[in-house]
């Protein structure tokens, strides 16, 4: 089944305490994101990766990092969590890179909490 | 960015057609209109697209303006599990801004 995973579903940390959120996508897509949702803010993007070890930044890169190894994986990570980075995190990922018409895919979504 | 206007929220009873519209007055010769949708407690699903005509496909249609400064999403006969925020967004090279979207409820 064509999908994107997420994990882990569900997290519960401590400030400063380093964590990795992986994203898998199996149809070979090009393009990856990452986006976080919060109340009244709506969805927006972190992180995007055009192909592999291409990466940029989105519209709210402060205190993310993100990797492309290879083109099925784009962890997400936090090096020291702080409690604004509670929220909902989705994982995203479309077939083509710079194509204003194809579909994107979503993962399940990733809630986290930084305590 | 250009930018989409969307009405907070919206009813409709089962089994009726529901026209979702969505005001896109910025809007540049080569963006596409994208609708998504998120269900409760899901990610955001993509629905329909288009560039300058009208599409339709197993979900929805999708009508856009002459002029291309709006566009209306239809669901032909809504169902409860209809019941979602629905997002239009102009997509210019994957680029997705969401909005406030417009939650539509659904009533048996």
């Known amino acids: 089944e064509a999908q994107v995973t997420q994990n882990p579903r569900y997290l519960i940390t401590v400030t400063g305490k380093k964590l990795t959120v992986t994203c898998s996508q199996n149809?070979?897509?090009?393009?990856m994101s990452w986006y976080r949702q919060d109340p009244g803010l709506g969805l927006r993007q972190i992180y995007y990766?055009?192909?592999?070890?291409?990466?940029d930044k989105g519209d709210v890169p402060e205190g993310y990092k993100v990797s492309r190894k290879e083109k099925r994986n784009f962890p997400l990570i936090l090096e020291s969590p702080s409690p604004n980075q509670t929220s909902l995190y989705f994982c995203?990922?479309?077939?083509?890179?710079?194509?204003?018409?194809?579909?994107?895919?979503f993962g399940p979504g990733t809630r986290l909490t930084v305590l | 960015d250009a930018k989409t206007t969307q009405p907070n929220s919206m009813e409709s009873n089962e089994e009726e057609p529901v026209h979702l519209p969505c005001n896109h007055s910025t809007i540049s010769g080569t963006d596409y209109i994208h609708w998504y949708r998120q269900l409760p407690s899901q990610g955001p699903e993509y629905v329909i697209h288009?560039?300058?005509s009208n599409v339709n496909n197993r979900m929805a249609s999708l009508a856009i303006a002459e002029d291309r400064k709006s566009s209306t999403l239809i669901l032909h006969r809504a169902t409860l599990r209809d019941a979602a925020v629905y997002y239009c967004i102009l997509n210019a090279g994957n680029m997705l801004t969401f909005g406030g979207g417009t939650r539509l409820m659904v009533k048996p």
């Open positions: 149809m070979n897509h090009e393009y």
């Open positions: 288009g560039l300058t």
């Open positions: 990766s055009m192909n592999v070890e291409v990466t």
């Open positions: 995203a990922s479309s077939l083509f890179s710079g194509s204003s018409y194809n579909e994107q895919f």
